[in-house]
């Protein structure tokens, strides 16, 4: 598209600015509106009224203008490339690999999914406005570096499938349970179509490991969606949820797909040792014959490859149910310093400080983890804990 531009305006700037503004339409019209019967040429052509308002407005109206107009069609666009998809088409074309990679999921997450600056931020446990400048910074560089808005070949998707399923991950993570206030506490829309994609990119690239084990984590999750919800709206925490109501045609589907990866023999990735986390988790009848020292095992797997201050959390909570409370706080504490602003941090250790009797500490510790939680349902759980540390 960009190049279809260049050469009708004969300047690249103009070009990458209106192709950008083009997506970023798309991104919001299409949800309510509907693909176009030609998604390729709406772009193309999206983008050349953009580049004319832009003409105009900087009033350059002489022969470029009468240029622009003379050669403004509604034709055909270019190729749509190797992504039928559009959607999916335009996340890989955003997930550019000369942008790095925090930098090109963040963008993606704002011009593509649509999610707001402040959710995005809480995906990346950053401040709103340090994820502002980690925007407008990405923005600048595809500028300054002439970075193209090209539609990707099938070369391409090997190089920018990791940052495709970094943003269908955290796509998938706002609508599990949303981020932000105001919001419905599972955003179903965006689960479903973080698996509808990610079921795409397995077909088009069905040697990667890591795409099979995000569908395969994906689809584990959602199996227990019905369970998740009381009645009254509270989020239900695992071991209380009646696994009666798990989809076991989705679990049949997540257990088939990490088979299928253990049988391949080759090292596992994040997302593939993640759903072998949440297969030994709905292979249990109940909350009481779950394997921990499986799942501990695969935590401790999972760290050496991503040893991220999250990971070593969900480890401890692991860590509890075999060696104790005690010996998980001490794992949990150590990791104050960079967690002590997240609310599962807080909520961790209030239910360990539960577990030990340390009642006061932990109706503290709930007390912040509810003043950072956005999550109507999950604030609802976090206040019956805290109210039940009072007589536990």
Request: glycine share 8%; proline share 5%.
């Amino acid at each position: 598209m960009v190049g279809a531009l260049t050469r009708r305006f004969g300047d690249l700037d103009l070009a990458e600015e209106a192709a950008a503004e083009a997506f970023a339409t798309a991104v919001q019209r299409w949800p309510t509106d509907g693909v176009p019967p030609a998604p390729g040429a709406w772009l193309t052509t999206t983008a050349t009224r953009k580049a004319i308002d832009s003409i105009r407005r900087e009033n350059k109206r002489g022969g470029k203008q009468k240029e622009a107009q003379l050669l403004y069609d509604d034709g055909p666009g270019e190729p749509l490339g190797a992504v039928d998809d559009e959607r999916l088409r335009l996340i890989f074309t955003c997930c550019h690999p000369a942008l790095a990679m925090e930098s090109r999921v963040a963008l993606t997450l704002r011009m593509v999914a649509g999610l707001s600056v402040a959710e995005i931020a809480r995906a990346f446990l950053v401040q709103e406005s340090a994820m502002g400048r980690r925007i407008t910074r990405a923005k600048a560089k595809i500028k300054l570096a002439r970075i193209p808005y090209r539609l990707p070949s099938a070369d391409d998707l090997p190089a920018r499938v990791s940052g495709v399923l970094a943003v269908l991950y955290l796509v998938f993570n706002e609508g599990y349970l949303a981020s932000g206030p105001g919001t419905d506490p599972v955003r179903n829309e965006l689960t479903a179509e973080a698996i509808r994609l990610t079921r795409l990119v397995r077909a088009l690239l069905p040697q990667d490991g890591e795409a099979a084990g995000l569908l395969a984590l994906m689809l584990l999750i959602e199996a227990r969606r019905a369970a998740r919800l009381s009645p009254g709206g509270e989020l239900i925490a695992l071991d209380e949820q009646d696994r009666t109501a798990w989809d076991r045609t989705l679990i049949a589907e997540g257990h088939r797909l990490v088979r299928e990866r253990l049988a391949a023999g080759a090292a596992p990735g994040r997302y593939q040792l993640l759903a072998a986390i949440n297969a030994v988790h709905t292979s249990a009848h109940d909350a009481r014959s779950t394997d921990w020292r499986q799942i501990l095992a695969l935590y401790d797997q999972l760290l050496r490859l991503d040893p991220s201050p999250i990971v070593a959390l969900n480890r401890a909570v692991a860590v509890a149910e075999l060696d104790g409370p005690q010996v998980a706080l001490g794992a949990v504490d150590r990791l104050a310093d960079t967690l002590a602003g997240y609310h599962a941090y807080q909520a961790t250790r209030a239910d360990l400080l539960r577990r030990l009797g340390r009642g006061e500490e932990s109706r503290a510790a709930y007390d912040r983890a509810i003043e950072l939680t956005g999550n109507a349902a999950e604030i609802a759980a976090l206040r019956r804990r805290r109210d039940r540390s009072r007589t536990g």
